[in-house]
C-alpha cells in the first residue's frame, strides 16, 4: 500500500511549493507538484497603458525581473512594429547575461548546495590541516556576522549521507559566504546600464534609455572579468566537487524527454542569431517553435473549467483540483523547459551551434554523455557550461558597445494590435502575448519556465515534467526523501513566477 509523504513546505526556492509524494516499496509511485497561492499579473495589466507592462511585468519576480521585463519589452516591439538599434540588443544581451549568472549562483549555492554540504562535519572538524582550520574558523565568523546559525537554512538537516570530503565540505561553505558577494557583482554588472537592481527602470520598447559612455563600458569590463574569476577558480570546482561525491545522481531525476526553447541572445537585427537557439523536441524529432500549438490546461488547475491560454478565472474550491499553477502542454505534450532544453535543442538543431560547442568540450573533460545530463547533477553542470559561453559573449559584446550612438529608437503606441515576445529566461522558454485596444491593454497573457516544468497532471492525466522527474525515483528513508528534494532544486522551480 502505498504511503503518502508531503514536502511542505519545499524551502530554498522561490515562491510557495509543496510536493505530495505516494511512496510505494521505496519507490516513487506518484508525485505531485502543489503551486499553493494565486498573484494575478496579468488581470492588474486590463485596462493600463501598455507602457505600464515592462515595469510591471518585472515584478512577477525579484529573480528573473530582467528576463520578465525584456519579455514584456519585446511583446510591445513586435505589436509596434519596431526595431531596436545595435547599442539597445548589446546592452539587453549583457543585462541578461549578469543576470544567468546572478541566477545560477543563487540557485547552485544558496537554493542548492544545503543538500549536499555537511555542516555539521565542518563545524566538528577538528583534523591539523592549517587551511581547512583557517576557512572553518573565518566560517564561524561568517555564520556569526550574519546571524546564520544554527538556524535555516542550515538547520534542520535531513540525516543523510552528506559529501564526505572535508576539503570540499568547506571549499563549498566557504563560497557560499562568498557567493553572496558575487550576487551583489551580479546585480552591479545589470545596474551600469538599468538603475538599481532587481528592477530595470531603463527597460523599455524600443531600447534602453541609458547612453553608453567610456566609463559604463570600463566598469562592465571589470565587473565581467571578475564574474569569470569566480566562476573558474570556484564555481566549477565546486559544482564538478559534488558531482564526484554523488556520482548516483547522474541517473537520478530523468524527466519528460520534450524540450521546448524560445531562443535569447540576438546577434542580429529582428531578434535573430540567438546564442540560445530555438526549437521543439517530441520524442526525439525537432521541429520549429510555434506557439500556435501552445495550449494551457486546468483539470487539476484551481481555474474555472473554461479558462485555459490567455484566460485565467481563479476557483480556488474546484473539486480534484490542487495546484494554482496550469498545465501548458505542446501538441498536447508536457516539455520540460530550461539549460537541459537549450542543450537538446542546441544538439537537435540542424547545423552548429556554440551551445553544442562548449557542451561537448565540457563533457570530454568530465567524461560523461549527452544523454546523461538529463538528470539532477546535468541540470547543475549546464548551468555552468552556459555561463562560460556567456561570459565569452559579454566580453566581445561590451567591446561592440558604441558610445555616442543610439541605444533606443522612438515609438507611437497604435490604438490597437496584437504582439508575442519570447525569450529564455534563466529557468527557460518566457512567452508574453499583448493585447492592445483603444491604445489601452486589453489583455496580457504570460506562461512562464516554471509553469511548464512544475504543471500538475493534464486533462489527460499526463503528469507534469519535475512530477515525472521524481516518478520512478528510489528513496532510501521515505519519511526523509532527498532525493526528491536534490531531484526538485536542480530543476530550480520559481513558485512565484509560476503562478504569475
Ligand atoms: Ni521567478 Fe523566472 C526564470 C521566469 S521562472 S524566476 O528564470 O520567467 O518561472
Known amino acids: 500500500m502505498a504511503q503518502k509523504v508531503s514536502i511542505d513546505p519545499f524551502t530554498r526556492i522561490e515562491g510557495h511549493l509543496a510536493i505530495n509524494l505516494e511512496v510505494e516499496g521505496n519507490y516513487i509511485s506518484d508525485a505531485k507538484c502543489v503551486g499553493e497561492m494565486f498573484r494575478g499579473f496579468e488581470q492588474i495589466m486590463r485596462g493600463r497603458s501598455p507602457l505600464d507592462a515592462q515595469q510591471i511585468m518585472q515584478r512577477i519576480c525579484g529573480v528573473c525581473p530582467v528576463s520578465q521585463g525584456q519579455a514584456s519589452s519585446l511583446a510591445q516591439e513586435d505589436a509596434y512594429g519596431l526595431e531596436i538599434p545595435d547599442n539597445g540588443r548589446l546592452i539587453r544581451n549583457i543585462m541578461l547575461g549578469a543576470n544567468y549568472f ?9 537554493l542548492s548546495a544545503m543538500d549536499f554540504i555537511d555542516v555539521k562535519g565542518i563545524l566538528a572538524y577538528q583534523g591539523k590541516d592549517r587551511m581547512l582550520l583557517d576557512i ?9 556576522s550574519k546571524k546564520l546559525f544554527p538556524a535555516a537554512p542550515f538547520l534542520p538537516r535531513y540525516e543523510t549521507r552528506y559529501i564526505q570530503n572535508a576539503e570540499v565540505n568547506i571549499s563549498a561553505l566557504k563560497n557560499y559566504f562568498v557567493a553572496m558577494d558575487i550576487r551583489a557583482l551580479a546585480h552591479q554588472l545589470v545596474a551600469i546600464f538599468s538603475g538599481k537592481m532587481p528592477h530595470m527602470a531603463s527597460n523599455v520598447p524600443g531600447g534602453v534609455t541609458e547612453q553608453v559612455t567610456t566609463k559604463k563600458i570600463a566598469l562592465c569590463r571589470t565587473k565581467t572579468r571578475q564574474l569569470r574569476e569566480f566562476l573558474e577558480t570556484e564555481y566549477i570546482h565546486d559544482v564538478l566537487a559534488v558531482a564526484n561525491e554523488f556520482p548516483e545522481y547522474w541517473q537520478l531525476g530523468k524527466s519528460c524527454g520534450n524540450y521546448l526553447s524560445y531562443g535569447s541572445f540576438a546577434q542580429a537585427k529582428g531578434n535573430t542569431n540567438k546564442v540560445f537557439e530555438p526549437g521543439v523536441l517530441i520524442n526525439g524529432t525537432f521541429s520549429e517553435v510555434d506557439t500556435a500549438s501552445i495550449t494551457e490546461q486546468v483539470k487539476y488547475s484551481k481555474y474555472s473549467s473554461d479558462s485555459g491560454r490567455g484566460k485565467t478565472n481563479p476557483e480556488p474550491n474546484k473539486s480534484g483540483a490542487y495546484s494554482w499553477i496550469k498545465a501548458p502542454r505542446y501538441n498536447g505534450e508536457p516539455m520540460e523547459v530550461g539549460p537541459l532544453s537549450r542543450v537538446m535543442v542546441a544538439y537537435a538543431r540542424p547545423g552548429d551551434s ?53 541605444a533606443c529608437a522612438d515609438f ?23 493585447s492592445i485596444e483603444n491604445s489601452k491593454v486589453s489583455n496580457y497573457d504570460c506562461i512562464v519556465p516554471t509553469t511548464w516544468n512544475c504543471s500538475p497532471k493534464d486533462d489527460k ?13 528510489y528513496v532510501q528513508d521515505k519519511d526523509n526523501p532527498i532525493e526528491a528534494a536534490r531531484i526538485v532544486r536542480a530543476f530550480d522551480p520559481c513558485l512565484a513566477c509560476a503562478v504569475h
Request: proline share 5%; hydrophobic share 35%.
Open 136 to 144: 572553518k574558523s573565518w566560517v564561524q565568523q561568517e555564520m556569526r
Open 102 to 110: 546572478h541566477n545560477n549562483v543563487t540557485h547552485f549555492y544558496h
Open 461 to 473: 492525466e499526463v503528469s507534469g515534467p519535475v512530477e515525472q522527474a521524481l516518478i520512478g525515483t
Open 354 to 406: 556554440l551551445l553544442k560547442q562548449y557542451t561537448d568540450q565540457f563533457l570530454r573533460q568530465i567524461g560523461r554523455t549527452v544523454e546523461e545530463l538529463d538528470s539532477c547533477l546535468g541540470r547543475h553542470a549546464i548551468r555552468i557550461i552556459e555561463l562560460q559561453l556567456l561570459l565569452d559573449r559579454m566580453e566581445e559584446w561590451i567591446e561592440k558597445l558604441e558610445p555616442g550612438q543610439p
Open 412 to 434: 507611437t503606441i497604435p490604438a490597437s494590435g496584437k504582439g508575442a515576445g519570447l525569450t529564455e529566461a534563466p529557468r527557460g522558454a518566457l512567452g508574453h502575448w499583448i
